[in-house]
């Protein structure tokens, strides 16, 4: 049985931790254990309750009660950044998850499975597959727009923040590649700005919503495309969803019909063009 044992960073990087040793299960008929889950797990609920997975400090009633969501947030930092906790847990074979993310080995050949285990819950589906047939009554195709800013501004030092009006720019050269359609964006920010600025331009998001960074990230993998730069998040979305994805590497890059792939694995396109670890 492997255990997950670390709690990287936010939940796409907790997927990307765990999609390995979940395809693994299915493929070899194993059962894992998932120690230190992400706050949003209630989203995930075929993971939360697969037969398979085993989530040993899922205590609805407690994380509910007082500060029990915030004392297990606290306790998940503290053991996951304790070395004394960490050569406990090599001692006893646990699995560090995020170190997983080269095996490739079964990704593909479950990926039906995998997309029953990680699809959320039922009222977050519905709005994504309802904002996407309603951008689809008038486009032709709908381009997923992931705008991270914020962290990225120091992040890689700034390589891969861009303006808003490099966003804007990045879409106007999409409805170019694509001139023979009516395109439409479908744009992806944990940041308010008005979305009249990219003119020209075709855009609906949603607004403040319930569960609104899973909601987002499952609207993009029911995109066409996706654009965004490097990130865990429209990585799994173009994997879970199927969805050719292209990175914005720099602010006057250009497209083709070649710049899109979809990602097969953490590391790799479809076109086997191989994806640096940042």
């Not at 979940?22 to 939360?48: G, K, N, S, Y």
């Not at 039906?112 to 990680?118: Q, Y």
């Amino acid at each position: 049985m492997r255990v997950i044992c670390d709690a990287p960073g936010q939940t796409c990087n907790r997927l990307w931790t765990y999609v390995a040793s979940v395809a693994q299960c299915i493929a070899e008929r194993r059962r894992m254990v998932i120690i230190f889950f992400d706050w949003t797990i209630e989203d995930f609920p075929h993971l939360l309750h697969s037969p398979f997975i085993y989530f040993p400090l899922w205590h609805k009633w407690y994380l509910e009660h007082g500060n029990g969501w915030n004392n297990y947030k606290g306790l998940t930092w503290k053991i996951t950044h304790d070395p004394r906790w960490d050569k406990i847990f090599h001692c006893l074979g646990f699995t560090k998850g995020w170190q997983t993310r080269t095996d490739t080995r079964y990704l593909q050949q479950t990926l039906p499975e995998l997309k029953k285990i990680f699809r959320p819950k039922d009222e977050i589906m519905e709005k994504a597959e309802g904002m996407l047939a309603s951008m689809r009554h008038d486009a032709d195709m709908v381009v997923g727009v992931h705008i991270r800013r914020g962290d990225y501004a120091t992040w890689n030092d700034g390589c891969f923040f861009y303006e808003l009006e490099d966003y804007h720019q990045f879409m106007l050269r999409i409805q170019h590649l694509y001139s023979d359609k009516k395109v439409s964006f479908f744009v992806s920010s944990n940041e308010a700005f008005d979305l009249s600025v990219f003119k020209g331009c075709t855009c609906r998001r949603f607004g403040k919503e319930p569960s609104g960074a899973v909601l987002d990230l499952y609207t993009l993998s029911l995109c066409d495309r996706i654009i965004g730069p490097f990130s865990s998040y429209s990585r799994w979305a173009s994997f879970i969803g199927e969805v050719p994805l292209c990175f914005l590497e720099s602010k006057d890059q250009q497209f083709d019909a070649d710049s899109f792939s979809r990602i097969v694995d953490y590391f790799h396109f479809e076109n086997g063009k191989e994806i640096l670890d940042w």
